[in-house]
């Protein structure tokens, strides 16, 4: 009996090896979640990035995917804002919620928003490396909304990871998944 388990987590710990190193050879298929085109109640920008997020919500909002914008996190609102205006978002269709400073809070803070607007549906924008947690974490804290996801490409070719930063807040992802997981029970998968 004890070799049968023995087997068992020696075969459990090879698939997980396996699998860790194709998501951290191929960080881009893990990380990605990418809905493609849809149409929901609202586009929520998540702060952070490198700007490239509220110009993807720019571009969905013309191409009608929502017909408001809800900006999320504190500290770059307003230029995520400003950024929303000079790309043709009128400023009637922007909301901001500027307390949250974590993924979590962004989901916990904009889920207000959401369930007092009775929202049903929501595009989520933010950075392709992103997208994964930031689903799973929306859908977790919020699950009266159905959300989708249409990140921002900015940085995606490989050659561009290390001279963008990406490389850095990519391979962090893959500490934040995991610890979202033990922390708050976002399941990643």
Do not use: C
């Not at 020696?10 to 998501?23: R, T, Y």
């Not at 720019?58 to 804002?81: C, M, S, V, Y």
């Amino acid at each position: 009996m004890i070799k049968f388990l023995f087997k068992i987590v020696k075969w459990f710990v090879l698939i997980a090896l396996i699998l860790g190193a194709i998501a951290w050879f191929y960080p881009e298929k893990f990380l990605t979640v990418d809905s493609g085109p849809v149409s929901t109640d609202v586009l929520i920008v998540i702060g952070g990035g490198q700007h490239e997020r509220a110009l993807r919500a720019a571009e969905l909002f013309k191409q009608h995917a929502a017909p408001r914008i809800i900006i999320t996190g504190a500290g770059d609102d307003q230029i995520n804002r400003r950024l929303l205006i000079a790309n043709g978002v009128p400023s009637r269709a922007i909301e901001i919620e500027n307390r949250s400073t974590t993924t979590r809070e962004n989901a916990e803070f904009t889920g207000k928003l959401l369930r007092a607007e009775h929202v049903q549906s929501a595009t989520l924008v933010t950075s392709w490396y992103h997208a994964r947690r930031a689903e799973k974490t929306f859908a977790h804290f919020v699950p009266t909304v159905r959300f989708y996801s249409r990140p921002a490409y900015f940085g995606f070719a490989r050659d561009d990871w290390r001279k963008t930063g990406i490389s850095k807040r990519m391979r962090l992802e893959f500490l934040k998944l995991p610890g979202y997981w033990i922390r708050y029970g976002v399941n990643p998968f």
